[in-house]
């Protein structure tokens, strides 16, 4: 099928090369000259790993190509709508700016029959607004979010382990332009379709909330173990042991029940923020009213991190050499918004530390954003003459590759906080480290 992509960040990006590697012809546009010329050499202006590869060959196929004329998207059956939805620089509600702008940038080049397919985070109700504006050309709008995990946006796209759609719904049931946009979706999606993945045909509200419910869902779990850990710093539980028990329970399951600072990243913590505004919009502010203090838990740990190192120095750090291994706000990613890891480095700053930052990906991005920080490369340069090291993002350079023997032969001090929880405790100890996790005796 002929499909074009309005908004090549890193949704828009690996959705477009996706597309191509599964069969599809795409355009992807974009107002940023800059990236368009970068994607257009086939190289892409963030890290995410398997991307490079298929943009390179989705390129060399002839069948993608980006362009920032919108205009060159008019041939295309199906628009993807992948622009981003940040929050309110005054407020916690989702900035629809680009998502509006988008869509009247469109409108004048859609052909009668054509779906205009919405995959950026919006607030519910949005597409019902759009999806008039829509009509009016003919078009019909349909819903389709991504539930993309940053270090396996690829996978996720081209093997989904769900396909949502909301389309157009009369009295319980899909409209006949809602049935005939779902009918091009599975045409868009065929591999997965054939293979069995569910497909979830929906109207516009529910397939809105899917994603922010999702989102929300991800993260009252993480935030529920970091409020055990609260408890566990003050009884001398351990909540690594505590996650692992309750993770048994095929209820509840281990994953996103593991401590440590937190989440980050340009989705969770501004998709809670703005579910909560429309929330209030919508008159039903408390039944969400949990996501403030999931938020207020998620916030708290990055300070809990910060104290840790301070009581590790003796209760100061003014003038001691900190390593920060890591500035991602996960691995295998170098996206640094909203990054945990970064947002302690920065703390630790404020108190007067000699701090020195290290990660395999996200060190151009965070020197753009606090440039007042000291950033290397090499993380055992990182570690050289180090008084104490935190490990904020969990690269397996840091967790797996990183022995406390040769660590301790670089450090000035042998002080360690595990803001992931992702070392060997007793390997540290044993090797004789001051060794402080979180939520950990």
Same mark, same amino acid.
């Given at each position: 099928?002929? @499909?074009?992509?309005?908004?090549?960040?890193?949704?828009?990006?690996?959705?477009?090369? %996706?597309?191509?590697?599964?069969?599809?012809?795409?355009?992807?546009?974009?107002?940023?000259?800059?990236?368009?010329?970068?994607?257009?050499?086939?190289?892409?202006?963030?890290?995410?790993?398997? =991307?490079?590869?298929?943009?390179? *060959?989705?390129?060399?196929?002839?069948?993608?190509?980006?362009?920032?004329?919108?205009? *060159?998207?008019?041939?295309?059956?199906?628009?993807?709508?992948?622009?981003?939805?940040?929050?309110?620089?005054?407020?916690?509600?989702?900035?629809? #700016?680009?998502?509006? %702008?988008?869509?009247?940038?469109?409108?004048?080049?859609?052909?009668?029959?054509?779906?205009?397919?919405?995959?950026?985070?919006?607030?519910?109700?949005?597409?019902?607004? =759009?999806?008039?504006?829509?009509?009016?050309? $003919?078009?019909? @709008?349909?819903? +389709?979010?991504?539930? =993309?995990?940053?270090?396996?946006?690829?996978?996720? &796209?081209?093997?989904?382990?769900?396909?949502?759609?909301?389309?157009?719904?009369?009295?319980?049931?899909?409209?006949?332009?809602?049935?005939?946009?779902?009918?091009?979706?599975?045409?868009?999606?065929?591999?997965?379709?054939?293979?069995? &993945?569910?497909?979830?045909?929906?109207?516009?509200?529910?397939?809105?909330?899917?994603?922010?419910?999702?989102?929300?869902?991800?993260?009252?779990?993480?935030?529920?173990?970091?409020?055990?850990?609260?408890?566990?710093?003050?009884? $001398?539980?351990?909540?690594? #042991?505590?996650?692992? %028990?309750?993770?048994?329970?095929?209820?509840?399951?281990?994953?996103? =029940?593991? %401590?440590?600072?937190?989440?980050?990243?340009?989705?969770?913590?501004?998709?809670?923020?703005?579910?909560?505004? /429309?929330?209030?919009?919508?008159?039903?502010?408390?039944?969400?009213?949990?996501?403030?203090?999931?938020?207020?838990?998620?916030? /708290?740990?990055?300070?809990?991190?910060?104290?840790?190192?301070?009581?590790?120095?003796?209760?100061?750090?003014?003038?001691? +050499?900190?390593?920060?291994?890591?500035?991602?706000?996960?691995?295998?990613?170098?996206?640094?918004?909203?990054?945990?890891? @970064?947002?302690?480095?920065?703390?630790?700053?404020?108190?007067?530390?000699?701090?020195?930052?290290?990660?395999?990906?996200?060190?151009? +991005?965070?020197?753009? @954003?606090?440039?007042?920080?000291?950033?290397?490369?090499?993380?055992? *340069?990182?570690?050289?003459?180090?008084?104490?090291?935190?490990?904020? #993002?969990?690269?397996?350079?840091?967790?797996?590759?990183?022995?406390?023997?040769?660590?301790?032969?670089?450090? +000035?001090?042998?002080?360690?906080?595990?803001?992931?929880?992702?070392?060997?405790?007793?390997?540290?100890?044993?090797?004789?480290?001051?060794?402080?996790?979180?939520? /950990?005796?």
């Amino acid at each position: 099928m002929r @499909l074009s992509v309005i908004g090549c960040g890193y949704l828009g990006a690996v959705h477009a090369a %996706a597309m191509v590697s599964i069969g599809h012809e795409v355009v992807g546009v974009d107002v940023d000259e800059g990236k368009i010329e970068s994607l257009s050499r086939g190289e892409a202006p963030f890290f995410e790993p398997g =991307l490079p590869e298929i943009l390179t *060959e989705a390129i060399a196929t002839g069948r993608l190509r980006f362009t920032t004329d919108i205009a *060159e998207a008019a041939h295309a059956e199906v628009h993807f709508v992948a622009v981003g939805t940040p929050q309110q620089k005054d407020g916690s509600a989702a900035d629809l #700016t680009y998502v509006d %702008a988008a869509v009247d940038a469109l409108l004048p080049h859609l052909t009668a029959g054509a779906v205009v397919a919405g995959k950026s985070t919006v607030p519910v109700g949005t597409a019902a607004t =759009l999806a008039e504006r829509v009509a009016t050309a $003919g078009a019909t @709008l349909v819903w +389709n979010p991504e539930f =993309l995990r940053e270090g396996f946006a690829v996978k996720d &796209t081209i093997d989904p382990d769900r396909l949502v759609v909301g389309v157009p719904f009369h009295d319980g049931s899909a409209t006949a332009e809602g049935e005939r946009a779902a009918d091009m979706l599975r045409e868009v999606y065929h591999p997965s379709v054939a293979q069995g &993945t569910p497909f979830i045909v929906t109207d516009h509200a529910t397939a809105e909330l899917v994603k922010v419910a999702a989102n929300a869902f991800l993260a009252t779990k993480i935030s529920f173990i970091n409020a055990m850990a609260e408890i566990a710093e003050v009884t $001398g539980a351990d909540v690594t #042991t505590l996650a692992d %028990a309750i993770g048994h329970d095929v209820r509840i399951g281990r994953r996103f =029940l593991g %401590a440590g600072i937190g989440f980050g990243g340009g989705c969770l913590p501004k998709d809670i923020r703005a579910f909560s505004a /429309r929330a209030e919009e919508l008159g039903r502010g408390e039944s969400v009213a949990f996501l403030r203090e999931v938020d207020a838990i998620n916030m /708290r740990r990055r300070d809990r991190a910060v104290d840790l190192v301070v009581a590790a120095l003796g209760g100061s750090v003014f003038k001691k +050499n900190v390593t920060v291994l890591g500035a991602a706000f996960k691995p295998f990613s170098d996206d640094t918004r909203d990054s945990p890891a @970064l947002d302690v480095a920065v703390r630790l700053f404020g108190l007067g530390a000699w701090v020195t930052i290290t990660d395999p990906e996200a060190i151009p +991005n965070a020197r753009a @954003l606090h440039p007042q920080l000291n950033y290397v490369d090499d993380r055992d *340069e990182a570690l050289r003459s180090a008084d104490a090291v935190i490990v904020v #993002t969990e690269w397996d350079q840091y967790r797996r590759e990183l022995s406390p023997e040769h660590a301790g032969s670089l450090v +000035n001090r042998r002080v360690i906080i595990d803001g992931r929880n992702c070392l060997d405790a007793a390997a540290w100890r044993a090797d004789g480290w001051a060794y402080y996790g979180m939520g /950990r005796p």
